[in-house]
């Protein structure tokens, strides 16, 4: 049983990848996700300058649901980092897609043309970041923003353009704008912006007070925003949210993904989870009588 698939036109050997912000930013980074087996590999996301992020504490972890807190601020080393990573990176012969998070239209065609010229494989529009403003979570809430970026961007390149969606309201229309204006699959869902108050402090524990919920908590609302997404539009879909086992990436799947990407599971577990996961995965569709992962793509949807 192999577990080829193809997502946005993207031949993956199996469908998990990591999730942008989780061990995409340096050679060093991708070159663990490369040994511990990923099929593709997401950058962290990139804006044009470099940014330091946000001060301390940038995460905490709530290990009661095997979940996180995170508000990084988009700490990136900017385009000149990207190119030397996307040049470095070659060596892995796998795909490689760089996540951008623009604050205009101009500046994600800049870092787009820039990862295309380097050799990415396509580009992911982070337009859900839900801790920094300007840069996300507005732009994707908006039929109309999400359309002018996607549109700009997906005319200044020949690599596939991905979207990535996060916890909005009119979370259909978004997504059927991105698609319109040329986005060859959505990646669903980014963290959901959420906070923490350390009660003997009497203040939120986070240094940027509001940060971004991942990891098993958010699982359940994966699921669903990739099950409605698919039910009513039928797109290729990235399912991202709380996967730490085989089964949280078949029920993606089931849903209507495509491919899944894994991220506070690699923080909790180790990048070597994607073994278990491929595995048992393999293991299941063998057990129920499939014959492949395009077989089970939105079989729970109705
Ligand atoms: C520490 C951390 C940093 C992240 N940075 C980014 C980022 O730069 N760009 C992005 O699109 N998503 C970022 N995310 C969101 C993840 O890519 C993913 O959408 C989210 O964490 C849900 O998946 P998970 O539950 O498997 O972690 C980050 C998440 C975490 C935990």
């Known amino acids: 049983m192999n577990l080829n698939i193809d997502v946005?036109?993207?031949?993956?050997?199996?469908?998990?990848?990591?999730?942008?912000?989780?061990?995409?930013?340096?050679?060093n980074d991708i070159a663990v996700l490369a040994r511990a087996g990923f099929a593709a590999f997401v950058t962290k996301s990139f804006t044009r300058e470099k940014r330091e992020g946000y001060g301390t504490p940038i995460a905490v972890p709530i290990s009661e649901t095997l979940s996180l807190l995170?508000?990084?601020?988009?700490?990136?080393?900017?385009?000149?980092?990207?190119?030397?990573?996307?040049?470095?990176?070659?060596?892995?012969?796998?795909?490689?897609?760089?996540?951008?998070?623009?604050?205009?239209?101009?500046?994600?065609?800049?870092?787009?043309?820039?990862?295309?010229?380097?050799?990415?494989?396509?580009?992911?529009?982070?337009?859900?970041?839900?801790?920094?403003?300007?840069?996300?979570?507005?732009?994707?809430?908006?039929?109309s923003a999400v359309r002018e970026i996607v549109g700009i961007v997906s005319s200044s390149i020949n690599i596939p353009v991905i979207v990535k969606l996060g916890l909005v309201d009119r979370l259909v229309e978004v997504a059927s704008a991105a698609l319109e204006a040329g986005a060859r699959a959505l990646t669903l869902i980014n963290s959901v912006k959420a906070m923490k108050i350390d009660i003997y402090a009497a203040k939120p524990i986070l240094g940027n007070r509001v940060g971004g919920l991942s990891g098993k908590a958010i699982h359940p609302i994966a699921v669903r925003a990739v099950y409605e997404v698919y039910r009513e539009l039928k797109p290729d879909i990235i399912g991202v949210g709380g996967v730490f086992s085989w089964e949280d990436a078949i029920?993606?799947?089931?849903?209507?993904?495509?491919?899944?990407?894994?991220?506070?599971?690699?923080?909790?577990?180790?990048p070597e989870i994607v073994r278990e996961i491929v595995e048992g995965m393999k293991r299941f569709l063998e057990q129920q009588g499939f014959r492949s992962i395009e077989e089970i793509v939105g079989y729970a949807v109705s």
């Open 8 to 27: 946005a036109g993207i031949k993956l050997e199996h469908p998990v990848m990591n999730a942008s912000g989780i061990l995409g930013s340096t050679y």
């Open 70 to 143: 995170n508000a990084v601020g988009l700490e990136n080393p900017g385009l000149e980092g990207l190119a030397e990573l996307l040049d470095s990176c070659k060596i892995f012969g796998k795909p490689i897609i760089v996540s951008i998070a623009g604050s205009s239209p101009e500046e994600f065609v800049e870092i787009a043309v820039v990862a295309e010229e380097h050799g990415a494989t396509a580009v992911e529009l982070n337009l859900s970041c839900p801790h920094v403003r300007g840069r996300g979570l507005e732009i994707g809430a908006s039929p």
């Open 251 to 270: 029920e993606l799947i089931m849903a209507g993904a495509r491919a899944v990407q894994i991220g506070t599971a690699i923080i909790y577990y180790g």
